[in-house]
């Protein structure tokens, strides 16, 4: 994997939030392809319950400042950036105040969804691409964790389809077992359709449930990995049927392995 360039986008990566199979797999796999002399970036969401002194992340001026356009509002784009402590690893963060200021991830105190998920999912999913260009860092691989990055397959292979940068890269997904309840907004299909994406390419998002979700990522990827020792078995035949090479579960002891052979002989 030496020089390599793989980034790596994720709902949660620890430390920044609690462990669990997204956000322990979104530091495990950078830091095993860092190891390799590989060139790695991380990008996740920037939520009001990150501490940022504790984590020292400071906001990238010359990054920041653009606007992105969201079911035809413009929300303004902060980028701010830390570094795993003694693993050498950048972390980008998308921030907006309006999506991303308050004080928890997905779910209110009841453990309601926020309604406003899906949008924050597409503004994620635009501002790690136009952050990228602007870093002008090609990608070799891109590499999809949890449901708050799952749009990204879709808007790479649609709304930004003409951008050359991308022209090489290969869309990587991990697929978990664990999601949300119930779905998203009913208008999500409407809103990705307004960035030029037809009805055709987006129809599983008109019942936006998680598995839907992901089905439209896997459909829209290069390959996917399995993530989570029991997936529900609809997305299980989902992959299996996709015709996408799939990387089945692996366990800790064999995971590097098995993945960098992966990337290597099947994706790059």
């Not at 590499?143 to 389809?161: Q, R, T």
Request: charged share 25%.
């Amino acid at each position: 994997m030496e020089d390599k360039r793989i980034l790596y986008v994720s709902s949660e990566v620890v430390p920044y939030l609690a462990e669990n199979e997204v956000s322990l797999q979104s530091y495990e796999f950078p830091k095993m392809i860092n190891n390799l002399g590989g060139q790695i970036r991380i990008f996740m969401p920037r939520y009001g319950n990150i501490n940022e002194r504790r984590h020292q992340l400071h906001e990238v001026i010359r990054l920041s400042g653009m606007n992105l356009v969201v079911n035809d509002m413009d929300m303004p784009l902060i980028i701010k950036v830390a570094s795993i402590p003694k693993e050498r690893i950048q972390v980008y963060f998308i921030d907006n105040d309006e999506y991303f200021k308050r004080k928890a991830t997905f779910t209110d105190e009841e453990g309601n969804l926020f309604p406003d998920n899906d949008e924050r999912a597409i503004f994620f999913a635009k501002g790690v691409v136009e952050t990228v260009k602007k870093l002008n860092w090609v990608p070799d691989v891109i590499h999809v964790h949890g449901w708050m990055a799952s749009l990204l397959p879709l808007y790479l292979k649609h709304f930004y389809k003409n951008e050359g940068i991308f022209a090489e890269t290969k869309i990587v997904t991990s697929v978990y077992g664990s999601g949300f309840e119930g779905e998203l907004d009913g208008n999500l299909i409407d809103k990705v359709c307004f960035d030029n994406v037809s009805k055709d390419d987006a129809k599983l998002l008109e019942k936006p449930s998680y598995e839907n979700i992901m089905k439209l990522t896997i459909d829209h990827s290069d390959a996917v990995i399995v993530g989570s020792e029991e997936l529900p078995s609809d997305l299980t035949k989902y992959i299996e049927s996709s015709g996408k090479p799939f990387l089945p579960f692996a366990n800790k002891e064999e995971v590097q392995e098995k993945y960098t052979s992966f990337l290597k002989n099947q994706v790059l």
